[in-house]
């Protein structure tokens, strides 16, 4: 029921289905040891809870958003008339410091996405993966969810659609060829099915997984040498601050990169102001 809840009424993601389906699992089995239910945990049971992670090793992030679990699933027996209370509404965590996102400098970029060999199958349509990835800075799941139809390669935009809303984002000509020449040469290779809409599928005929294309990132990194942990996030927040560092504005960046609260975009001008830092405190004679 509760999963229910999160899909129709929350119009929650994969992702934060998975997730907050994993931290009320571990929360009432955490119940069960102590003899509680949910509807007889109280604000102090929740926040022995929230210590309990972080007496296991967690980090403060990992129970902050385990406690945002709790709250939604209390909320949904509230909603149920299965408590009369919030017990998590009143707990808080110590704030987080939040870290600088990691990015990737353009030599490391272009290292990085010179490593697929566009002359085979595999190597052509994992050039034309990373290509768009960087080129438009979209997430991992907006990647694989896009189809044939969201391209316009010759007007030289990428048109991602989410459940919120849909955004319109440029593409530089470099990921331009490389999309073409995988539509036109390797996809129809590689599809299962005539009508198989997935622009990127794997060399099964079928639509990209996230774990599929994760492992295509981790091996791209080891054969490049490069030292950095490269996620796919890595190339978005790369994209972002590249963008930010030649000149873009920050509206424009929010835009593209489909954020609610020009806040999270605010974070690269930090990335920027810290590696000026860096760069300062390297090179000049009185530090």
């Known amino acids: 029921m509760y999963q229910q809840y999160l899909i129709e009424v929350k119009n929650s993601s994969e992702n934060t289905l998975s997730s907050y389906s994993r931290d009320i699992e571990q929360y009432l089995r955490w119940l069960e040891t102590t003899d509680l239910s949910p509807q007889s945990a109280s604000q102090v049971d929740v926040d022995h809870y929230t210590k309990y992670l972080l007496g296991l090793g967690k980090s403060v992030a990992t129970a902050t958003r385990s406690l945002a679990s709790l709250k939604s ?8 008339g299965i408590v009369s209370v919030n017990p998590a509404k009143g707990v808080v965590l110590e704030k987080i410091e939040r870290k600088l996102p990691q990015v990737l400098s353009n030599k490391e970029v272009d290292l990085f996405l010179e ?15 990373l290509e768009l990835l960087y080129a438009t800075g979209i997430r991992v799941t907006e990647l694989i969810d896009l189809n044939l139809e969201h391209l316009n ?4 935009f990428l048109r991602c659609v989410t459940k919120k809303k849909e955004r319109i984002i440029p593409l530089y000509s470099t990921a331009v060829r490389a999309l073409a ?39 791209y990194q080891d054969q490049a040498g490069i030292q950095k942990e490269i996620t796919p996030h890595t190339l978005r927040h790369s994209f972002a601050t590249h963008l930010l560092e030649n000149g873009a504005d920050l509206r424009s960046i929010q835009e593209m990169l489909g ?18 830092k860096d760069v300062y405190n390297r090179a000049h004679p009185r530090t």
Not at 115 to 129: H, I
Not at 211 to 217: A, D, E, V
């Open 153 to 156: 390669l010759s007007a030289g």
């Open 259 to 276: 954020h609610a609260d020009i806040a999270s975009t605010q974070v690269y001008t930090q990335v920027i102001n810290q590696k000026l």
């Open 115 to 129: 490593q697929p060999d566009p002359r085979d199958t595999k190597g052509c349509r994992d050039k034309a993966m």
């Open 73 to 80: 699933f209390y909320s949904f027996l509230l909603r149920e």
């Open 181 to 219: 020449d995988y539509i036109e040469h390797v996809r129809p290779q590689l599809i299962e099915q005539p009508d198989e809409r997935a622009l990127f599928v794997n060399m099964n005929g079928s639509r990209m997984s996230r774990q599929g294309f994760w492992k295509i990132i981790k091996h």
